[in-house]
């Protein structure tokens, strides 16, 4: 309910400042509105997470989409084209900031599971213990051989 009342108070706000600018078009308006509005919100939203979260796809996709869909909703109510190259511009800076630590992947790198991970290692220490044993056992048998 808080959050429906906060979306559509912020929609409001959006429509009231893109009345106001709109016939100035979209350069620092617009910009000014995507960070006040959008912005303010994404930051909020993400220092309610823990900061070893941002990495985490799932923990931040809505989080993401409603930013994205934000900036989309300035752009129309601002009559302005969206993507743009403020937009563009927006999204790196945000980048920068929270994603820049993050796998190409968007998933956060976490070693696997000790049942997958245990054999990888057992395996190749088990194989050089018994490759050793069989050298020496090997060059002790053929010492009485001339």
Known sequence: MGTALLKHTLLCLIVAVSQCVSVQGCGSHYEFAIEEFCLAKFKLDMQMLD??????????????????????????GMSCYWP??????????????????????????????NRILGPFIVVPILVTLL???LVVW?????????
């Open 51 to 76: 900061q070893r979260q941002w990495c985490s796809w799932e923990d931040t996709v809505e989080l993401y989409s409603d930013l994205t869909n934000c900036t989309y909703i300035v752009a129309q």
């Open 84 to 113: 743009n190259r403020m937009v563009d511009e927006f999204f790196i800076q945000v980048h920068r900031y929270y994603f820049h630590n993050c796998s190409l992947s968007g998933r956060l790198l976490k070693d696997p599971p």
């Open 131 to 133: 490759m050793t044993a």
């Open 138 to 146: 090997r060059s002790k048998r053929s010492e009485g051989i001339v």
